[in-house]
């Protein structure tokens, strides 16, 4: 699929702000491509998909995990805001015929990361954090070592996400965990 194709199809269900992250998000995602030798092609549909399923109701996405065997069941015990991923992971196949096993998952990870991420996985959840819209505390330090180490961004990132989320006093789903639980063992 076209770069242009997918943007035509995500723009409708995402609202303007949403829409413009995505597309300051894809940009970033290649960015790190390049850099780290990875497909643009990937990384783009990936980051032009990520959020696609942002806004679809809860019912919808509930009725998605239930019904479908790959999905785990037990996302519905956490937060709504963890379901996009992996239901929008499904829907892009469902619905576009999206079949590449990596730009699926790397939809599915982008907002927990897990263990063993690959590198297309990585530029997803990377982008998706340091993109030039957001303005996280320490979304700076994260932006300039994703210059130069994909390992150590990805878990300055989770390392912030959690901490953000303990703060909150907020449940952390396993995945979140095992993300950054990987991430100390890979980096150097
Ligand atoms: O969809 P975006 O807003 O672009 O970003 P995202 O998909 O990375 O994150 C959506 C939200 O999910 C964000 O507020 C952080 C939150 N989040 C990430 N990991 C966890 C989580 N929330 C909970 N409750 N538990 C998690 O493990
Ligand atoms: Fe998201
Ligand atoms: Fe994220
Ligand atoms: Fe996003």
């Known amino acids: 699929m076209k770069k242009e ?10 609202k303007k702000k949403r829409f413009e992250h995505t597309l300051r998000v894809a940009d970033t995602a290649e960015q790190l491509a390049g850099i780290y030798n990875e497909s643009k092609e990937k990384a783009t549909l990936a980051a032009i998909f990520h959020d696609y399923c942002k806004y679809r109701p809860l019912e919808e996405m509930k009725r998605c995990i239930v019904s479908t065997r790959t999905l785990p069941k037990d996302l519905l015990d956490f ?6 991923g992996p239901v929008g992971s499904v829907l892009v196949e469902k619905e576009y015929g999206i079949v590449d096993r990596d730009i699926r998952s790397a939809i599915y990870y982008h907002t927990t990361g ?26 700076h330090a994260v932006r300039e070592l994703a210059r ?9 990132a989770s390392k912030n ?8 006093g907020a449940s952390i789903y396993p995945d979140t965990f095992h993300a950054y ?5 890979r980096v150097n």
Do not use: Q
């Open 5 to 14: 194709n997918a943007i035509e199809i995500v723009k409708p269900h995402l």
């Open 161 to 168: 996400t959690i901490n953000h989320l303990l703060s909150k």
């Open 148 to 156: 130069e180490d994909l390992l150590g961004a990805c878990l300055l």
């Open 79 to 84: 937060h709504h805001e963890l379901w996009h």
């Open 114 to 139: 897990r263990a063993n991420m690959s590198k297309l996985e990585m530029i997803i959840f990377l982008a998706d954090y340091i993109e030039p819209g957001r303005d996280f505390p320490g979304v």
């Open 181 to 185: 639980n990987d991430l100390t063992k």
